[in-house]
């Protein structure tokens, strides 16, 4: 294995992808120091946003008063179904393009205007979590492939505060499901076992990079992380999507999904922003013992509050360059508290 105090690149094997890892540019132990951020003060209830209960969206339509979760098509979806298969007319062979078929959906959290996932109980994560389910075993019988997500914080360009996420479903599969597929397919033909089974067993074993465990869930930064906190959420249990997990697989989730958004969270005091989202197994392939459900959370957030990691330069042309080790990112995420800094 690399020495961890020189420079060396570290695979991902979900996308065959390399990360730069430069240790000698961050070699002092890191306290964490935060600056403190604009604090916006949001109410429970805002009338102008189009999230909250009983309010009217851009289109006329008025949202019930929900008290849980609430789900509803996007008003402006990015995918919309499209009934035309009509094949597009022959073009050079470096020009191709198909008819994209599917829906878009947004998913309220909470009814409260200001209740992220951070500031949640495991009972209303729970509801989260089962309402999760409930989205993916309704579009799995008709799309391919679903993805359940969420952009968290304006730096990742969440242009509604109201905690909130979305689930874009297609027929087609997305460039990382269909590249995860297949790295998982080459890795089971060769070793004739689980990748990310086996990733799990040997995360188990180092210890250093887990941030939480419980029966039916790990959470680690990944040996090959190419944001500076960024977590991998895998399911211990033999599921290939949300429809394998059982009312224990799902408090479990409910569990680990609150402790790893109260420490991102409490790692710079703040509304810790982050992309994060589920790779279920496409629904198109007949054998699926390679997959196992996962979630990536991917947070910008590198030295404080408002000072975040830019890919760009170097890793837009060449690949992701990272100075904070994996095993240092975690160390700080394992040390940040479980409990709230509004509550503390």
Known sequence: MSDQHTTHRRKNPLSGKWVLVSPHRNNRPWSGATETPSIQSLPDYEQTCPLCPGNTRANGEQNPSYSATHVFNNDFGAIIENLDPTPTSPAPHFIEQHVTNGECR???????HNQTLAQMSKVQILAVVKEWQRQYQELSKTYNCVHIFENKGEIMG???PHPHGQIWAHDHLSSEVETENARLADYYAEHGSNLLAD???????????IIFENESWLVVVPYWAAWPF??????????????DLSEADMHGLSEALQILTVKYDNVFNCNFAYSMGWHNAPNNIENK????????????LLRSASIKKHMVGYEMLGE??????PEQAAEILKAASTTHYLRG
């Open 106 to 112: 947004v998913m309220c959290f909470s009814p409260n």
């Open 230 to 243: 960024e977590t991998l959420l895998i399911c211990k249990v033999e599921a290939v999507s949300f429809d």
């Open 289 to 300: 013992q390679h997959w196992r459900l996962h979630a990536h959370f991917y947070p910008p």
């Open 199 to 209: 990733y799990i067993s040997f995360e188990q074993q180092q210890a250093s990079r």
């Open 320 to 325: 992701p360059q990272r100075d904070l080790t």
């Open 158 to 160: 969440c242009s509604q």
